[in-house]
C-alpha cells in the first residue's frame, strides 16, 4: 500500500520561531489534508488541498500540495505556545475511502 | 451543521471484560465512518470502516469488532478484552473524502 514519510518527527523551538514540516509519499494523492491534534482531543482538520501545485494558507498556517503530487508541506509562521501539538498529514486518491495518514510531527514551543 | 459525538470520553475496564464504544454522527445523511485507534499519542491505526448501514470492512484482525445498526451511529465492541487493547480511539466521518471529521475520542485503559 501507499506510504507517507512525515518528517521531522519532533521539534523543539522557541516562540517567535517558524515552523515547516513536510510528507512525502511513494506515489502520487489527488488530496493532501493536514491536521492538528491537541493533547487527549481528537485530530482538527486545518487545510485541505486539492490540486497540484496549490499553496493554501489558514492564519499563520500554509501548506502546499507539491508539483509531483507525492508530496506537500505545512509551514507555521511565528509560533505561538498554543501551537503544541501533533500535526498528521493525510493523503487520498479519488474513489478511495481510506486516507493514508503519516505518523505524525510533535511539535513543542518554549515561551 | 454536522457534529459528531463519541462516548464515553474515558473508560478503565478489566481484562476480559466487554466493551461498546459509540459513535453518533448527526446534520449529515449516509456517512463514511471510521474507526481508528492510537497508540502512545502516536499514528492513526484504521480499525474498521463504513460505508453504509450494516456494512463494515476491517482493516486489521483485531480483538474487536464494529457495527452500523443505523446510518449516523458505528459502535466498535469487544466481547473479552486484553491489555493491547488499551489506546485512544477514535471515531470519524467523512462525506465523498474531502475531510474527515473526528470526534473528540475515548481513552480505554484495560487493567
Known amino acids: 500500500g501507499q506510504q507517507l514519510n512525515q518528517s521531522p518527527q519532533s521539534m523543539f523551538i522557541q516562540e517567535g520561531e517558524d515552523v515547516s514540516m513536510n510528507c512525502t509519499s511513494s506515489s502520487i494523492f489527488n488530496t493532501w489534508l493536514w491536521y492538528k491534534q491537541d493533547p487527549g482531543e481528537g485530530p482538527v482538520l486545518l487545510i485541505a488541498l486539492y490540486k497540484a501545485g496549490e499553496l493554501t494558507s489558514n492564519g499563520r498556517l500554509t501548506a502546499q500540495f507539491g508539483i509531483t503530487r507525492k508530496d506537500s508541506f505545512l509551514n507555521i509562521s511565528a509560533s505561538i505556545p498554543s501551537d503544541v501539538g501533533i500535526y498528521f498529514c493525510?493523503?487520498?486518491?479519488?474513489?478511495?475511502?481510506?486516507?493514508?495518514f503519516g505518523r505524525g510531527t510533535s511539535l513543542i514551543v518554549h515561551p | 451543521s454536522q457534529t459528531i459525538h463519541q462516548w464515553p470520553a474515558t473508560l478503565v475496564q478489566p481484562v476480559g471484560s466487554p466493551l461498546s464504544l459509540e459513535c453518533t454522527v448527526e446534520?449529515?445523511?449516509?456517512?463514511?465512518l471510521y474507526w481508528y485507534r492510537q497508540a502512545a499519542g502516536r499514528g492513526l491505526q484504521l480499525l474498521f470502516y463504513s460505508v453504509g448501514i450494516g456494512q463494515i470492512s476491517s482493516e486489521v484482525p483485531q480483538n474487536l469488532s464494529a457495527s452500523r445498526p443505523q446510518d449516523r451511529q458505528f459502535i466498535l465492541s469487544s466481547k473479552k478484552l486484553l491489555l493491547s487493547d488499551s489506546g485512544f480511539y477514535l471515531c470519524a466521518w467523512s462525506e465523498s473524502g474531502d475531510g474527515y471529521t473526528f470526534g473528540s475520542g475515548t481513552r480505554l485503559t484495560v487493567v
Open positions: 493525510a493523503g487520498r486518491n479519488r474513489g478511495s475511502y481510506i486516507p493514508t
Open positions: 446534520g449529515t445523511s449516509n456517512p463514511n
